[in-house]
């Protein structure tokens, strides 16, 4: 009899970086026409980390990066591919992840930005995944790192309180597998964009555009009316790819925006809230590092353990959305 072995991507490490500066939602009311109480009522938002003056996402990324290393017990050298997921890059070219990589000291392999805001963790965990599948690639580092602040509308009080900056890291390694849903490793991932809602959450700048930064603009109610519907759709579509079942899941691990969505994506997928990560209240939303950032939290206090069936899941701009459902 043979038994066909299946190559799995396990994640063997995780780090993150919050940079030191807090903001208050109370600091954030004294500079716009804003409340501790509408903030935390309507997101679940307390506090968010800036960036220093000279702080860059490459900055914030490294430090992540060499905590998860070091998490694995590996060095930067053993690395082979390496991932920055990043709306918020540190120049317009070359990659931020070739910054993070010359600073790790890893000098083979390959190192490339990823570009799908919010859902940049996931997307970045799907195509490291897909390397180690096609055996491209045997030991990858992804990154979700952002600078939102750079970005903000300051005087917008309808997105400047929803973000942060911060950086989260993994360290996915391939291992041979019997096959099937017990097995430990990202199980599935499924990606989705559908670009006719490119206006609803976007920079209203860029180098081929308007040759500025720009700034974030958001639809808000859209976004989040568009977030549960697609969130549940893809957690959906990833219990029924491994028949697994709601009931199955120990942790969700999501994009960390807003408190009312992972409470509504609960209620429709029929989990309690007492099995989603939650960490927005720390950070904010962090764009593509708030998935990395939860999962390394959980990871710490003990929550997220060997054997765990976790879903993580994600929406942004674009729009993209996607999950990854991952047996520890
Ligand atoms: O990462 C993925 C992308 N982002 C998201 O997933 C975010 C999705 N959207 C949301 O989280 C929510 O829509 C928001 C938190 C952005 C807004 O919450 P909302 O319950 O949809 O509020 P709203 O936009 O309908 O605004 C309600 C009221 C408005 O006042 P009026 O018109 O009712 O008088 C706003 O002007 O709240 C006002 N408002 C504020 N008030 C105090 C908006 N922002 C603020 C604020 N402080 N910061």
Known sequence: MTISMILRSQIVGSGSYLPSRIVTNAELASKVDTSDDWIVERTGIRQRHIAADGETTSDLATIAAERALASAGLKGSDVDLLIVATATPDNTFPATATKVQSRLGMTGGAAFDMQAVCSGFIFAMATADNFIKAEQARTALVIGAETFSRILDWEDRGTCVLFGDGAGAMVLRGSWEKGGNQDRGIL?????????????????????????????????????????????????????????????????????????ILE???????????????????????????????????????????????????????FTWGSALVRL
């Open 188 to 260: 599935s991932t499924h990606l989705h964009s559908d670009g006719r809602h490119y206006g609803l959450l976007h920079v209203d700048g860029g180098p081929s555009s308007t040759q500025t930064v720009g700034h974030l603009r958001m639809e808000g109610k859209e976004v989040f009316r568009h977030a549960v519907t697609n969130l549940a759709q893809v957690v959906g579509e990833a219990l029924r790819a491994n028949d697994l079942s709601a009931a199955d899941i120990d942790w969700v691990v999501p994009h960390q925006a807003n408190r009312r």
């Open 264 to 318: 509504s994506t609960a209620k429709k997928l029929g989990l309690s809230m007492d099995r989603m990560v939650v960490t927005v209240d720390q950070h904010a939303n962090t764009s593509a590092a708030s998935i990395p950032l939860a999962f390394h939290s959980a990871v710490s206090d003990g929550r997220l353990n060997k054997g765990d069936l976790v879903v993580m899941e994600a929406m942004g701009g674009g």
